[in-house]
């Protein structure tokens, strides 16, 4: 593929957004700043960021914050990232009350 000369900023997200793809090829995957770890290290795992544990856990960002400021969750701090102790998280999980669910129960729109 050829890269037409781009004016203005030069980088690689330039230079994706100013090339064209043909009808035989196919458009460019999107630009991800982060991967994912597989499940089987998430569960094996001593902490796991913020992005893992909203993953795991079904927790919003915002409100697993809100926990760590409480101090319902621990946490610690390494190079500027900050890491969900694992075991921390679990326990206040399975602390929390039981969901109480009719059978016949359903949700009105």
């Known amino acids: ?9 030069v980088g690689a997200r330039a230079r994706l957004l100013a090339t064209t793809a043909t009808q035989d090829e196919a458009p460019p995957p999107p630009l ?11 569960a094996a795992a001593i902490t796991l960021t913020i992005d893992d544990a909203v993953l795991v ?6 409100r697993l914050y809100e926990l760590i400021a409480q101090g319902a969750i621990d946490c ?18 399975m602390n929390l009350p039981r969901a109480k669910i009719s059978a016949g129960q359903q949700k009105v729109a």
């Open 76 to 93: 610690r701090k390494c190079a500027g990232r900050t890491l969900i102790v694992a075991d921390s998280l679990r326990d206040f999980l």
């Open 57 to 62: 856990s079904g927790i919003g960002r915002t």
């Open 1 to 9: 593929m050829i890269t037409p000369p781009v004016s203005g900023p």
């Open 32 to 42: 991800k700043h982060r991967t994912r770890r597989p499940a089987a290290n998430i």
